[in-house]
T-cell receptor
Framework: GPKVLQIPSHQIIDMGQMVTLNCDPV?????FYWYKQILGQQMEFLVN????????KSKLFKDQFSVERPDGSYFTLKIQPTALEDSAVYFC?????????????FGHGTKLSVL | QQKVQQSPESLSVPEGGMASLNCTSS?????YFWWYRQHSGEGPKALM?????GDKKEGRFTAHLNKASLHVSLHIRDSQPSDSALYFC?????????????FGQGTVLSVIP
């Protein structure tokens, strides 16, 4: 089936550094998402993105967070600077048209460890 | 307050048994419900959707929705060890332009061989 690829699978950085998480969505999908999962528990919505713009973001999407997808490249989540509480697994997802009755396809996640 | 609440937090069933997972929403804006399954080290994968009142059956899996009470359930018959995973109930609303899924806190299912 359709696959979302995330790179890297694990990232370890020092607090205060910048980190970029990369996502290669399903090729014909138009809507992209980031979710945060702590300790294998609840999936928390961060942001969704369409046509080069943030459509909606949650309170977890702090000012230090940004997303972009330059033409033909990865959909990225950048955190600058990082904080200890940013340690989590970050999941990228995509959907075809962003409609509410559509399923989201998730990647395997990037585990971020902030030391 | 959690907008999507799941119960139980964890569940153990014998192989071949029936597993029943529950989900309740506190937000009447939610109209579209999904069950996602997450195996260890992977991302969640959509298992099935249910948008109308009543039952929906797909193989060994049956979902039930009661919109009046905003209650959704998932029943897995003839449970297999490969069904052992974290199960999420997820919901999206009828209003607004974007597909933003709100997840419950998950139910850990263990199927004992």
């Amino acid at each position: 089936g359709p696959k979302v690829l995330q790179i890297p699978s694990h990232q370890i950085i020092d607090m205060g550094q910048m980190v970029t998480l990369n996502c290669d969505p399903v090729s014909n999908h138009l809507y992209f998402y980031w979710y945060k999962q702590i300790l294998g528990q609840q999936m928390e919505f961060l942001v969704n993105f369409y046509n080069g713009k943030v459509m909606e973001k949650s309170k977890l999407f702090k000012d230090q967070f940004s997303v972009e997808r330059p033409d033909g490249s990865y959909f990225t989540l950048k955190i600058q600077p990082t904080a200890l509480e940013d340690s989590a697994v970050y999941f990228c997802a995509s959907s075809l048209r962003g409609q509410k009755n559509e399923r989201l396809f998730f990647g395997h996640g990037t585990k971020l460890s902030v030391l | 307050q959690q907008k999507v609440q799941q119960s139980p937090e964890s569940l153990s069933v014998p192989e071949g048994g029936m597993a029943s997972l529950n989900c309740t929403s506190s937000d009447r804006n939610f109209q579209y419900f999904w069950w996602y399954r997450q195996h260890s080290g992977e991302g969640p994968k959509a298992l099935m959707s249910i948008f109308s009142d009543g039952d929906k059956k797909e193989g060994r899996f049956t979902a039930h929705l009661n919109k009046a009470s905003l209650h959704v359930s998932l029943h897995i018959r003839d449970s297999q060890p490969s069904d052992s995973a974290l199960y999420f109930c997820a919901a999206s609303g009828a209003t607004g332009g974007n597909n933003k899924l709100t997840f419950g806190q998950g139910t850990v299912l263990s199927v004992i061989p």
